[in-house]
């Protein structure tokens, strides 16, 4: 198969799906294609390792396993405990999916484990107590109150960050907070 004849499959199936948002699914798709060329094309060569031959010349190697996308300023970079805003991609029917603010439950240098949150509306369902915790984020942009949605914890690259979105801090005392986390898992 050709990646032209995958596309067109793609394209049929797409187009034939009903009770799905496919332009949301082709848009997303599109965005996911742009990072990926983004690491493969610019940070692998900007990252290139030296390589000495064993006749002492040298030479550049791209290596996408020892590349890393890096948030810069450093001082950006959102921490454990704080919420920021990440691309999660389209997923499955029941997962949380697209953009979401998300709360950061771990740092791992090159993945974060992350909690996406929801808004809570009038109409929203109550919180349920065994997948859900309701959380207060502070100067957040949404006057609606947080949810996170525990059951939809996942590990992220840091290159899902979108970093022109604000970090915010949670109002919540932090390690309380994780202790209820980890009391659902």
């Known amino acids: 198969m050709t990646v032209q004849n995958d596309l067109a499959k793609v394209q049929q199936i797409l187009l034939r799906m009903q009770n799905y948002n496919s332009k949301a699914l082709s848009t997303e798709l599109l965005y996911w294609i742009k990072d990926l060329e983004y690491f493969y094309n610019t940070l692998v060569p900007s990252q290139a390792q030296t390589k000495i031959e064993s006749d002492g010349s040298s030479r550049k190697v791209n290596n996408p396993s020892k590349t890393y996308y890096n948030i810069s300023p450093a001082s950006a970079r959102p921490t454990a405990g704080q919420v920021a ?8 029917p029941k997962e949380v999916y697209d953009g979401h603010f998300c709360y950061i439950l771990k740092d791992f240098k090159t ?17 349920n107590p065994t997948f859900e915790i309701d959380i207060t984020i502070k100067d957040f942009i949404n006057t609606d109150p947080t949810r996170l949605q525990v059951s939809d914890i996942r590990s992220v690259d840091i ?7 604000n970090v915010y801090n ?3 005392d932090v390690a309380t907070l994780n202790n209820k986390i980890y009391a659902l898992l």
């Open 85 to 92: 805003y990440f691309n999660l991609r389209r997923g499955y």
């Open 111 to 127: 993945k974060y484990i992350v909690i996406p949150t929801t808004s809570v509306k009038p109409n929203s369902a109550p919180m």
């Open 159 to 165: 290159q899902r960050i979108n970093i022109r979105k």
């Open 170 to 172: 949670v109002a919540d």
